[in-house]
């Protein structure tokens, strides 16, 4: 069974940045998709970006410029890279693999 586990959440102020991980348990990480979600409160969770098994990308407009998801295959493990963070990206934001298994979130607070 797959699991996930994110990590580099936290409290930053407009304009900064931050890095999230989500590591992956087991062997087929490689072959599958990965995606990075967001949910504001009252909202609906959406796509933030995406990456193909084989690397191709692709964002929200909202995002575009400014976030870069990346992945280890190494490692197991998915990056985003989120630059010039404005308060609209606050939220608790979701590592996913292959469109059907979810990990814990971890929040990201843009605020002054």
């Known amino acids: 069974q797959v699991h996930l586990v994110e990590s580099g959440g936290g409290l930053v102020q407009p304009g900064e940045s931050l890095r999230l991980s989500c590591a992956v348990s087991?062997?087929?990480?490689?072959?599958?998709?990965m995606g990075w979600y967001r949910q504001a409160p009252g909202e609906q969770r959406e796509l933030v970006a995406r990456?193909?098994?084989?690397?191709?990308?692709n964002y929200s407009d909202s995002v575009k410029g400014r976030f870069t998801i990346s992945r280890d295959n190494a490692k197991n493990t998915v990056y985003l890279q989120m630059n010039n963070l404005k308060p609209e990206d606050t939220g608790v934001y979701y590592c996913?693999?292959?469109?059907?298994?979810w990990g814990q979130g971890t929040q990201v607070t843009v605020s002054s």
């Open positions: 996913n693999f292959n469109g059907n298994v």
């Open positions: 087991g062997p087929i990480f490689r072959f599958y998709a």
């Open positions: 990456i193909s098994n084989a690397g191709r990308t």
